[in-house]
């Protein structure tokens, strides 16, 4: 009885499709498909008020994206590694504006260095940590933590 009600279905849904098929330009709107084509062929006169209103729309758009970029701590202002990005940029920002990791534009290389051995042994409780300092040697800690020492001073070094 279930395949007699499956070939049933499977009849009526081809005889359904070969009808639509039929009807012609089935797949671009039928009839409805000309009448969208016959508006896009209409000339409309453009008038100097739409002009500015559009020219104030892209004003407005453009200073949103300048208030985002100043938000986003601006990707660009200065170069870091390709180690912090990768490990790092993901949680506590490009420049270390943090995002949902904390903040560490303007910590000292030493507090920083500290602070990774620290997360790697385990005296401070942070798995995240944890799991991307496990496998890290000590040289290559005081590479990140020196990278991020000077953050500050590539910041002012872009401000002058």
Do not use: W
Not at 28 to 49: L, P, R
Not at 85 to 105: D, T, V
Not at 129 to 149: F, N
């Amino acid at each position: 009885m279930k395949h007699i009600i499956v070939a049933l279905l499977s009849v009526l849904i081809i005889g359904t499709m070969i009808y639509t098929a039929s009807q012609g330009r089935a797949y671009h709107g039928g009839e409805a498909g000309h009448v969208i084509k016959d508006f896009g062929t209409q000339t409309t006169a453009v008038t100097q008020e739409e002009i500015s209103r559009k020219k104030d729309n892209d004003e407005i758009e453009q200073e949103t994206l300048k208030a985002l970029r100043d938000k986003a701590g601006n990707i660009g202002k200065f170069k870091v590694s390709h180690d912090y990005k990768s490990r790092c940029a993901s949680c506590h920002g490009m420049n270390g504006e943090g995002i949902i990791g904390p903040k560490l534009f303007g910590l000292q290389a030493d507090v920083v260095y500290q602070k990774l051995l620290d997360y790697k042994s385990g005296r401070k409780e942070n798995l995240v940590m944890k799991g991307l300092l496990m496998k890290l040697d000590k040289e290559a800690l005081r590479k990140y933590a020196d990278e991020i020492g000077e953050f500050k001073e590539r910041a002012a070094a872009l401000q002058e």
